[in-house]
């Protein structure tokens, strides 16, 4: 369960929220993150919010703030 994260753009919400390539996002606002499809919708419904992204990062469960953009 969860999205791997496979790339991470320069000064991009995600950039500006340590998310780092290899990360896996389990869930944003505490709702998990089943697939890719899902999370498309997901971030879509949150634009011009402030998410708490789960994470995990090298087996450790990590919680990041990032400011999506409009």
């Not at 500006?16 to 971030?43: C, H, S, W, Y």
């Amino acid at each position: 369960q969860g999205v791997v994260v496979l790339t991470t753009v320069d000064d991009t919400p995600a950039f500006r929220a340590d998310i780092l390539p290899g990360d896996v996002i389990i869930a944003l606002d505490g709702t998990k993150v089943p697939n890719q499809e899902n999370f498309v919708k997901m971030t879509e419904e949150r634009r011009g919010k402030l998410v708490t992204v789960s994470l995990v990062r090298n087996a450790q469960q990590l919680e990041k703030s990032v400011q999506f953009n409009r």
